[in-house]
């Protein structure tokens, strides 16, 4: 139920900043957790933290609005609802039906995609894979970035496994350690020559990091939907098709190479993040 017309806002926690190498420039990620307060409608916080610290939704204070996300202990409690916390494995409680998702221009082709990806997170149980809760959607992308995780309506209601592949191929980009170096050093050791767009992808190092990401995006995709179904997506793309010619072509050794640097979907939820900009 709704607290008499309180609003949700929401203060950025476990702020991270952490360099992050895009297209061949560094730059610094800032990422942290979400938590949600109770505001009255001048943005006043109940638990009285200071509002400046707050971004402001829109949201009606409600235990149904993206349950996953922690409440305020002391906005809960003074608005008599119930606090909400991570699981006790550390991730979410919830499907992953409950990412907030947001529509960037609020056009009916936006609409549009966020129902088709609606529809593929209730579908399938990707709490696995949800690194960041938070996806926009805009339809001056084709495509998709991860970083904030953005995606293209287009592509989204051209089927269910495309948009579940997008959502996976994207939230894997959020996967963070030592793995991925090693193995991009493996995978120039290979490959030192990769092609350029559109079979590989923008420049070398991009293509080794995207060798990994590509080969977690099909054993995903095998295991949601089958091997079958995951090499017919994988293959009908027009985009990255060197990068998913060699994992379709050498599953058992891409396999391998991935067990290897420990690059695999973790076996409980992970907390998600969000993108809070550069800094």
Same mark, same amino acid.
């Given at each position: 139920?709704?607290?008499?017309?309180?609003?949700?806002?929401?203060?950025?926690?476990?702020?991270?900043?952490?360099?992050?190498?895009?297209?061949?420039?560094?730059?610094?990620?800032?990422?942290?957790?979400?938590?949600?307060?109770?505001?009255?409608?001048?943005?006043?916080?109940?638990?009285?933290?200071?509002?400046?610290?707050?971004?402001?939704?829109?949201?009606?204070?409600?235990?149904?609005?993206?349950?996953?996300?922690?409440?305020?202990?002391?906005?809960?409690?003074?608005?008599?609802?119930?606090?909400?916390?991570?699981?006790?494995?550390?991730?979410?409680?919830?499907?992953?039906?409950?990412?907030?998702?947001?529509?960037?221009?609020?056009?009916?082709?936006?609409?549009?995609?966020?129902?088709?990806?609606?529809?593929?997170?209730?579908?399938?149980?990707?709490?696995?894979?949800?690194?960041?809760?938070?996806?926009?959607?805009?339809? $001056?992308?084709?495509?998709?970035?991860?970083?904030? @995780?953005?995606?293209?309506?287009? #592509?989204?209601?051209? *089927? &269910? =496994?495309? /948009?579940?592949?997008?959502?996976?191929?994207?939230?894997?980009?959020?996967?963070?350690?030592?793995?991925?170096?090693?193995?991009?050093?493996?995978?120039?050791?290979?490959?030192?020559?990769?092609?350029?767009?559109?079979?590989?992808?923008?420049?070398?190092?991009? $293509?080794?990091?995207?060798?990994?990401?590509?080969? @977690?995006?099909?054993?995903?995709? #095998?295991?949601?939907? *089958? &091997? =079958?179904? /995951?090499?017919?997506?994988?293959?009908?793309?027009?985009?990255?098709?060197?990068?998913?010619?060699?994992?379709?072509?050498?599953?058992?050794?891409?396999?391998?190479?991935?067990?290897?640097?420990?690059?695999?979907?973790?076996?409980?939820?992970?907390?998600?993040?969000?993108?809070?900009?550069?800094?």
């Amino acid at each position: 139920m709704a607290s008499g017309g309180l609003l949700v806002a929401e203060q950025c926690i476990d702020r991270q900043v952490r360099p992050y190498l895009f297209r061949g420039r560094w730059i610094e990620s800032v990422t942290g957790r979400v938590l949600l307060h109770a505001t009255d409608s001048a943005g006043r916080p109940w638990c009285g933290l200071d509002g400046e610290l707050l971004t402001r939704t829109g949201q009606p204070w409600q235990a149904s609005y993206l349950p996953h996300l922690p409440r305020c202990d002391r906005c809960a409690r003074l608005t008599g609802a119930a606090p909400t916390s991570p699981g006790p494995d550390g991730g979410l409680p919830a499907p992953a039906s409950g990412v907030d998702l947001r529509t960037v221009h609020g056009t009916p082709a936006e609409h549009d995609g966020r129902a088709a990806l609606e529809l593929v997170l209730a579908r399938h149980d990707l709490r696995r894979w949800m690194f960041t809760d938070l996806v926009l959607i805009d339809e $001056t992308m084709r495509g998709g970035v991860s970083h904030p @995780l953005t995606l293209g309506p287009a #592509a989204l209601v051209r *089927s &269910p =496994a495309r /948009a579940l592949s997008m959502f996976v191929h994207e939230q894997l980009h959020w996967m963070e350690g030592p793995g991925t170096e090693a193995a991009a050093a493996e995978f120039s050791r290979r490959w030192p020559d990769p092609p350029p767009p559109p079979a590989g992808a923008a420049d070398p190092r991009s $293509t080794w990091i995207h060798l990994s990401i590509c080969a @977690l995006e099909y054993f995903s995709l #095998a295991g949601l939907l *089958s &091997p =079958a179904a /995951a090499a017919a997506e994988l293959s009908s793309y027009q985009s990255y098709t060197w990068i998913y010619g060699q994992i379709l072509a050498s599953p058992a050794w891409f396999a391998g190479t991935l067990h290897r640097h420990d690059l695999q979907v973790p076996t409980q939820p992970p907390v998600p993040r969000r993108y809070f900009g550069g800094q």
